[in-house]
């Protein structure tokens, strides 16, 4: 049975694997690096757990942590309408159970939940056509392109921008 909670900074070992696992497994899916998490302390993975404006679910399977996500909300008066999801991630031996889903409409509540926000960002590879699918289910919108966002070595990995309007 999975479990779906928000990560406090006692799950910063265990997050700190599953983003190494994440930029392992997919790193044109990430702007950073293996090399570059890999460098983070245990305590920089737990300052982001207790981000005031941040909110990583994950995913339990008993107590093993199977996928991630984070929501993070938009401090700036300006801004405050709108969030961001980033680093979706669900391990490869789980996929295909709703588990990618869960925990994006957990973020997505948690969205709602805060009352000001209107609309959800996020960024997707190009060619992620399952990433693309499970996004396009829940309601993003495709609403921007960039062919070159990301660089490896000298191969080019384009971005799609997508969106999700609560109103």
Known sequence: MIKIRVLN????????????????????????SVEEEMEYSI??????LRAVNAFTFGAFEEDKLVGVVTLVTEIKRKLKHRSDIFAMYVS?????????????????????EIGEVEQVYLTVSSNNTAAKKLYESIGFELIGSDPRSMKIDNTYIGEDM??????
């Open 9 to 32: 900074e006692k799950d910063a070992v265990a997050y700190k694997e599953k983003r190494i696992e994440a930029l392992q497994n997919h790193p044109e899916a990430f702007s950073s």
């Open 43 to 48: 305590e920089v993975h737990a300052s982001r």
């Open 92 to 112: 490869p031996q789980v996929r295909r159970y709703g588990i990618g889903k869960r925990l994006m409409n957990a973020a997505i509540e948690k969205a709602k």
């Open 162 to 167: 997508m969106a999700l309007y609560f109103k």
